[in-house]
């Protein structure tokens, strides 16, 4: 006979917080966002911990190496997406392994033949004011000299004008040597008075630019997520399917943690991956997994070696699993039963395993209840699909900008693996949409405002770290009519551009 569970299945927009004491201590500089990410064991430190509580989903259509390394210089990590050949996979996380905070590499070169109009297509092209000019025209090459906009006037110089009549040649240039500390580089910069300091190797060849607007940034950015090598922190998605071949390589292109990406995770084909991980590479080699919904699920993963387990199945924005398979569950339920596996499994045990909330995330506040609910992180899709630094295209739609996004279980992805159920190599059916999300421009400038809300959010519930949180919390069921009453309501509301 089938097990029924009688208890209704509830999402985040059905709960509110209830505040707490708000004692002297609780504002929002004092608040630490601070979580594990991987498993440890009580009274010691998880060996990876995020500085905020997020990270990207394994998706095309969100997590390349430009949002993993904007997220991890702002504290959170990416999980580079699984649905491309392992090389190119590689590729990514090496960018972000190799980016300097403060060190650019020039992706606006040209060589001294080049001409005006060369300059100020690239110019359009890139949006950057400074050009390298090297031998090949290459970001390694020899460098010869720079251009930027002080060096041509368009109003009077002939667009053929070749680029080595008007750069500023190498033997005028003030350069740093590799090597050099950011610390030094900047110093150099303030006290030449100069915009960009270019850095080349014993050759002469350029290998980077540090810029002076760059300095203020690099002091914005104090919250990065390092490894110990002090280089980004970034993670990669991996299947069931091809592990044998792509985990080696993820690891030897310097990942520092492995997801895996499935719809469904409860699952023996997982269970084989994350023992074959730990076998072949050891415990410090860090293997989340997922998505389970229940404590069999959590207990199945954790028991195969699972260093953290993400929760959630067809709550995501882009997500057709519910309706089109009937498999799943409301995300907040889902949770708060992982939660209470998760704390019996503690004391039993004495080892913690963080919990990923993967789905579910409509508005900022539901962030806050999914951490209260016992999440230690979110992973999320739609919210980092529409800033700047995602994969996609911006497009102008009526009046409005957008960005693409799209499911992996989408016809467009075509990541059957994710959805792999064994057999024939195929994707039988759609599990996820292609759709759009509106575009909110830079993360930083929208990332910065949801987690002064969480802390907002945090301190009205007397809390100052997400610990405190889900120790504390107290939270209510709410009515229909009470999410109506939440809002704006019985009065005309101004038009916005008012």
């Known amino acids: 006979m089938a097990q029924y569970f009688n208890d209704v299945s509830r999402t985040f927009n059905e709960y509110l917080l209830i505040p707490g004491l708000t004692d002297k201590n609780c504002f929002p500089a004092n608040v630490s966002l601070k979580v594990p990410l991987v498993k440890f064991k009580k009274g010691e430190i998880s060996d990876i911990e995020l500085n905020i509580p997020a990270v990207s989903a394994i998706m095309q259509s969100v997590s390349d190496h430009n949002l993993a390394i904007a997220l991890a210089r702002n504290g959170g990590l990416s999980f580079i997406f699984g649905s491309q050949s392992v090389q190119s996979q590689c590729d990514m996380v090496q960018r972000v392994k190799k980016f300097k905070a403060g060190f650019v590499v020039s992706d606006s070169n040209l060589t001294p033949n080049s001409c005006l109009a060369d300059v100020l297509d690239l110019v359009k092209k890139t949006g950057h004011s400074t050009v390298g000019i090297t031998d090949n025209g290459k970001s390694n090459g020899k460098l010869l000299g720079i251009v930027t906009s002080r060096d041509y006037r368009i109003s009077k110089d002939p667009m053929d004008k070749q680029v080595k009549e008007f750069m500023t040649p190498f033997s005028k240039l003030i350069v740093g040597k590799l090597g050099i500390s950011l610390n030094t580089a900047n110093d150099t910069v303030w006290e030449h008075k100069l915009n960009c300091l270019p850095i080349i190797d014993d050759q002469q060849n350029l290998q980077y630019f540090v810029f002076r607007k760059d300095y203020d940034d690099h002091q914005e950015n104090l919250n990065e997520l390092l490894d110990n090598n002090k280089k980004l922190c970034v993670g990669a998605g991996i299947n069931s399917r091809d592990y044998k071949e792509r985990v080696p390589a993820l690891i030897e292109a310097g990942a520092d943690v492995l997801c895996l990406d499935s719809s469904d995770g409860f699952s023996e084909w997982q269970a084989e991956t994350i023992r074959y991980v730990k076998e072949n590479f050891g415990s ?60 019996d499994y503690l004391n039993e045990t004495g080892i913690y395993i963080p919990i990923c909330s993967d789905g579910g ?35 102008k739609i009526g009046n409005s900008y957008v960005k693409e996004y799209w499911g992996e279980g989408s016809n467009r992805a075509r990541n059957w693996q994710r959805y792999d159920m064994g057999g024939n190599e195929t994707m039988k059916f759609e599990e996820g949409v292609d ?64």
Not at 368 to 376: C, R, S
Not at 457 to 480: D, F, H, K, W, Y
Not at 486 to 498: R, Y
């Open 284 to 343: 410090n080699t860090k293997i989340g997994a997922g998505n389970v919904v229940d404590k069999e699920g959590f207990l199945y993963l954790v028991n195969a070696g699972a260093d953290f387990v993400k929760i959630g199945i067809g709550g995501g924005s882009i997500c057709i699993t519910r309706e089109v398979k009937g498999i799943g569950r409301g995300q907040a339920t889902a949770l708060i039963e992982v939660a209470q596996a998760r704390k």
């Open 361 to 395: 995330i409509v508005y900022d506040y539901h962030m806050v209840l999914a951490l209260a609910m016992g999440a230690d992180f979110l992973m999320m899709g739609r919210y980092f699909a529409r800033f700047d630094e995602s994969p996609t295209k911006r497009l």
């Open 435 to 498: 759709s759009y999300v509106p575009y909110a421009g830079k993360l930083k400038d929208n990332l910065d405002v949801t987690l002064d809300k969480i802390k907002s959010t945090m301190c009205s519930c007397g809390v100052i770290s997400i610990p405190q949180l889900q120790e504390n919390a107290r939270i209510t069921l709410v009515s229909s009519t009470s999410i109506i009453e939440g809002g704006a309501h019985d009065v005309i509301l101004k038009e916005a551009n008012n």
